[in-house]
């Protein structure tokens, strides 16, 4: 069965440090890749996403993921978080179809 | 406004209640889903909707209902709430036409079962 592995359920971060959340996927065939956010209290929102093409796609609020096709992984980035990035993250997967498998999710807590 | 409208937002309810947490989409979307959302568990698919009457499964369907006789609405019930179903219960949408598989969430029914 599919499943998606967050490791790193809290990070705590100072202002401006860099950010990498990991995300590593048990699928052998052709994916599609999501990150969403859900900041304190708020809906899931859509961050980036990979279906083909360039592996690093760049997302909003400065965010990058790398997909890592022989890794089965698909990082998220941040060169220098802010306060306001304080947040929940998940990645999420999916096989052509209408299903999303999530993580489990990873808390983010940025210290001004 | 257009988007997906979750309702209530919040609900207390007993141990053997039936409850309804209902979710309209603007968009006529043909997918629709029901989440919940639990620390340690993220995100689990209760119940999915490909258009109106059809629904499947998901991961963790036991002890709901549900039913979309209406593009746009697609309402889950409890019906007979217990403990464990304390949760946050997101609704979501997709169209397969716009090629992305991308969701939109609604803003969440928080739930709590006594």
């Known amino acids: 069965a599919q499943s998606v592995s967050q490791h790193n359920h809290h990070v705590i971060l100072s202002e401006a440090a860099s950010l990498e959340l990991g995300c590593n996927y048990s699928?052998?065939?052709?994916?599609?890749l999501f990150w969403y956010v859900q900041y304190p209290g708020q809906h899931l929102q859509l961050l980036l996403k990979?279906?083909?093409?360039?592996?690093l796609v760049k997302g909003i609020k400065g965010f990058e993921a790398e997909f890592i096709k022989s890794k089965f992984s698909f990082n998220l980035r941040k060169p220098s978080v802010q306060w306001s990035d304080t947040a929940e993250y998940f990645c999420?997967?999916?096989?052509?179809?209408?299903?999303?498998?999530f993580g489990t999710g990873t808390r983010l807590k940025v210290l001004a | 406004d257009a988007g997906i409208t979750q309702s209530p937002r919040y609900k207390i309810t007993e141990t053997g209640r039936q409850v309804t947490l209902m979710c309209h989409q603007t968009?006529?979307?043909?997918?629709m889903f029901w989440y919940r959302q639990d620390l340690g568990h993220g995100l689990r698919l209760i119940y999915y909707?490909?258009?109106?009457?059809?629904?499947d499964k998901g991961e963790v369907p036991d002890g709901y209902v549900v039913s979309r006789s209406k593009t746009e609405n697609f309402p889950l019930t409890l019906e007979s709430a217990t403990r464990s179903q304390t949760s946050v219960y997101f609704c979501?949408?997709?169209?397969?036409?716009?090629?992305?598989?991308?969701?939109?969430f609604g803003s969440g029914t928080r739930l709590t079962v006594v």
């Open positions: 979501a949408s997709s169209e397969p036409g716009l090629g992305n598989y991308g969701y939109t």
């Open positions: 699928y052998g065939g052709t994916v599609n």
């Open positions: 990979y279906f083909s093409g360039d592996p």
């Open positions: 999420a997967v999916t096989s052509g179809t209408y299903k999303y498998i």
């Open positions: 968009w006529s979307h043909s997918y």
């Open positions: 909707s490909a258009a109106a009457d059809i629904t």
